[in-house]
């Protein structure tokens, strides 16, 4: 008979730039499914006021303005500059461990939570994990959804693209893999699929 288990099972969604992860995280958590959103925590943290801001502005002066963190200025300092990214990295992720930690604790009664994180694989936050869910679509619809985002350049999606795990990668590491290439509908169905089994069968027990 298995154990009970006494936490959340803790899912780890990701996938590349386009894939629609953003979405399927929303259809988790209509759900009822609490997720952790790592990248809002971080626009949180770096908006007006923000706890991050006053350390950002203190290694990138001229980054900070009133209304937080000016991203165009600070992603024209770091976004070529491997150094300068991991001086913003190491003001940035302990912060975010510390709210996911907390997020946690909230959330310590629910039988499943799900850890939003884009560069998952990136940042080995893979072995922090009970599952890992990958949301993909063919790369065709992938180019199409990222060079239709306003200010977006071919040049910087390629770009982007070579600092991520490569989707194939991705979907060959996955516990599961979310199709985003079909309908809303046929999307928030594997989504329930999938709940559905971990609830019935978690992932480990």
């Known amino acids: 008979m298995s154990e009970v288990r006494d936490r959340p099972l803790i899912v780890g969604l990701t996938g590349s730039i386009g894939m629609g992860k953003s979405t399927v995280a929303a259809m988790f958590s209509r759900e009822g499914v609490p997720v952790f959103d790592a990248d809002a925590e971080v626009r ?3 908006g007006p006021g923000g706890a991050l801001v006053p350390a950002i502005e203190a290694a990138f002066p001229g980054s900070t303005g009133p ?4 991203r165009e200025e600070l992603g024209a300092l770091v976004f070529e500059d491997p150094t300068k990214l991991a001086a913003l990295e190491a003001i940035v992720h302990p912060a975010v461990a510390e709210r996911r930690t907390r997020f946690l604790a909230d959330n ?5 939570v799900v850890f939003d994180i884009p560069l998952l694989f990136e940042r080995g936050g893979d072995a922090a994990v009970d599952a890992v869910v990958v949301v993909s679509a063919s790369a065709r619809q992938q180019r199409e959804r990222v060079l239709a985002r306003p200010g977006m350049t071919r040049e910087k999606f390629e770009h982007i693209l070579s600092l991520q795990t490569p989707d194939a990668e991705k979907r060959e590491r996955a516990d599961h893999v979310i199709d985003t290439g079909t309908t809303l509908g046929e999307t928030q169905a594997q989504v329930r699929a999938l709940i559905s089994r971990w609830k019935s069968d978690p992932p480990g027990e």
């Open 44 to 46: 949180a943290m770096q």
């Open 67 to 70: 209304e937080g963190v000016l």
């Open 108 to 112: 310590a009664d629910a039988p499943i």
